[in-house]
């Protein structure tokens, strides 16, 4: 199986892009604050489950890095709550995807709790 065959991989990637168009509207402000935060959280959330998938041999590494993976998931959902607050956006597209990263999180302890299914020894 390759990394890209993996839903919390194709997953993480897709809301990390959606968050990425979404965050070219938050204000000039927030350029290096809420914006960079979100868009690193994100785009973590899907490095780390690659850099776990490369490290899958080795069992606690693998979980090691699916464990970064799921606290950058859950970073990313604190800007999330942010942008809603500060009203950057709607509730609608806040609860879709804060929807989609708790999906992801699923997806991400279901790869702790059985890492041989992954190839990790």
């Known amino acids: ?15 990390a892009m959606e968050i990425f168009e979404i965050s070219k509207k938050f204000p000039k402000e927030e350029k290096y604050s809420l914006t960079d935060q979100i868009r690193r959280s994100s785009r973590s959330v899907n490095a780390n489950i690659a850099e776990s998938y490369a490290k899958r041999i080795y069992q ?21 709550e942010f942008a809603k607050e500060c009203r950057y956006i709607e509730k609608e597209k806040f609860d879709s995807l804060l929807d989609e990263s708790i999906q992801i999180g699923k ?9 041989v299914k992954f190839g990790s020894k």
């Open 1 to 15: 199986m390759r990394l890209q065959d993996l839903i919390a991989y194709q997953k993480s990637f897709k809301l």
């Open 60 to 80: 606690k590494h693998f979980i090691n890095k699916l464990t970064d993976s799921d606290g950058e998931n859950l970073e990313t959902q604190t800007w999330l």
């Open 107 to 115: 997806l991400i302890h279901y790869m702790i709790r059985n890492p």
